[in-house]
């Protein structure tokens, strides 16, 4: 069974018009430029995430895990054109998860018990940038080889959420 998200940390997306690509290439293609980065104790896999509800299709997504860090990239057909996205979150376990659903202290009570520190911060900033650098590195490869111009270095920046603004 897959570790769930608890936290979302970061994410980043892009649609690239007029460009088609196989999903499992892609995988394949990230796979290798994630392997080739000799990152330790990366787990990587397929995960199934439905699109809606408990009827609605199911999306395969390459994921990549260190630790309780989750890396979950998604690149897909869209229209005339492809998509790339990911997500980068952290599973806590259970109890956390709980305890975060815990209307008005439930945060408090995880800072308390379970500090951000700047350890877990730079290692998943690290981790962010490592994968990213993969997807990035890929994107550039298969966007070449068709003639589509290359991202700009906006266009590069992953959005990161309120948990790295703290």
């Known amino acids: 069974m897959a570790r769930k ?3 979302i940390l970061s994410h ?6 007029n460009l088609q690509e ?15 980065r000799q990152v330790e104790k990366l787990d990587l896999s397929r995960v ?5 509800g408990i009827f609605s299709d199911k999306r395969e997504y390459f994921r990549v895990r260190r630790h309780e860090h989750i890396f979950d990239v998604c690149a897909a057909p869209f229209g005339n054109g492809y998509f790339v996205s990911w997500w980068l979150g ?20 995880v800072r308390m018990f379970r500090p951000t520190t700047y350890y877990r911060h730079d290692s998943a900033l690290m981790f962010q940038q490592s994968v990213h650098h993969s997807v990035l590195e ?3 490869q298969i ?7 290359a991202l700009s270095e906006s266009e590069k920046k992953p959005i990161l959420s309120s948990f790295f603004k703290q």
């Open 90 to 109: 952290e599973s806590m376990g259970p109890f956390w998860t709980m305890l975060l659903k815990i209307p008005l202290i439930g945060g408090m009570l």
């Open 143 to 149: 966007t070449k080889g068709v003639g589509i111009r």
């Open 138 to 140: 890929v994107v550039d």
């Open 48 to 52: 199934d995430y439905r699109e809606g």
């Open 12 to 17: 980043w997306y892009h649609l690239f018009e």
């Open 5 to 7: 998200v608890s936290l």
């Open 22 to 36: 196989s999903s499992q290439r892609f995988y394949s293609l990230l796979e290798e430029a994630i392997d080739k």
